[in-house]
């Protein structure tokens, strides 16, 4: 089994920065694809950004790309998410998702990461 633990979340002003973390234990990080998720009240979880098991080829959704930067530490087990610029529409609960690899694929609908994190909250207040 995988267990996943986000932190970093909290309360903002809009054109802050916020660092999420994902740290990932119980099997090999470097075998996993990791992507972040989000939902924010009353609207169903979205993709957020995704990347591979070796740290390249990162996903964004439209919504975050050139505010948000996904990374990871492979000898740290961890994956990050660098949210810069937020808005009140950023508010949300970040998930992060671990998806078992054989490849450099990175994908970006839910249905394919096999393990979740219960989540951090991200509050951006205008």
């Known amino acids: 089994q995988v267990q996943l633990v986000e932190s970093g979340g909290g309360l903002v002003q809009a054109g802050g920065s916020l660092r999420l973390s994902c740290a990932h234990s119980?099997?090999?990080?470097?075998?996993?694809?990791m992507g972040w998720f989000r939902q924010a009240p009353g609207k169903e979880r979205e993709f957020v950004a995704a990347?591979?098991?070796?740290?390249?080829?990162?996903q964004y959704a439209d919504s975050v790309k050139g505010r948000f930067t996904i990374s990871r530490d492979n000898a740290k087990n961890t994956v990050y998410l660098q949210m810069n610029s937020l808005k009140p529409e950023d508010t949300a609960d970040y998930y992060c998702?671990?998806?078992?690899?054989?490849?450099?694929?990175?994908?970006?609908?839910?249905?394919?990461?096999?393990?979740w994190g219960q989540g951090t909250q991200v509050t951006v207040s205008s």
């Open positions: 990347v591979n098991r070796n740290g390249g080829r990162p």
């Open positions: 119980g099997r090999t990080f470097s075998n996993y694809a």
């Open positions: 998702a671990a998806h078992l690899v054989y490849s450099d694929y990175v994908g970006r609908r839910q249905g394919e990461y096999d393990y």
